[in-house]
Nanobody, 128 residues
């Protein structure tokens, strides 16, 4: 049974940082692109970024690259999302998801393509 479990969410003041992790089990981690999405209350789900098996990253908003860092440890079956300089508008439930690498063949597929497995999410709340 495949499981993706997110850790690291919580309440933080604006300007603070959080490190999210996503632990995967039941799948061949090195065959999957790992994506991060978020959904704020009353809003649509938003692509945050993704990291391929090779370590190549795609960010939802290039202007946010300086605040976000994607990484993965294939030996630990874990993906990471580091966020700094957090803003109240970053408040959302953050989800990790796994997409088969063979489907991650272009930017559109990575951003909007099908992700086969999803975690249950972790709440990130940024207070002003």
């Amino acid at each position: 049974q495949v499981q993706l479990v997110e850790f690291g969410g919580g309440l933080v003041q604006a300007g603070g940082s959080l490190n999210l992790s996503c632990e995967a089990s039941g799948l061949t981690f090195s065959s999957y692109t790992m994506g991060w999405f978020r959904q704020a209350l009353g809003k649509e789900r938003e692509f945050v970024g993704a990291i391929k098996v090779s370590g190549v990253t795609t960010y939802g908003d290039d202007s946010e690259k300086g605040r976000l860092t994607l990484s993965r440890d294939n030996a630990k079956n874990t993906a990471y999302l580091q966020m700094i300089s957090l803003k109240p508008e970053d408040t959302a439930v953050y989800y990790c998801a796994a997409q088969r690498s063979r489907l991650s063949y272009n930017d559109y597929k990575i951003r909007r393509g099908e992700y086969e497995y999803w975690g249950r999410g972790t709440q990130v709340t940024v207070s002003s």
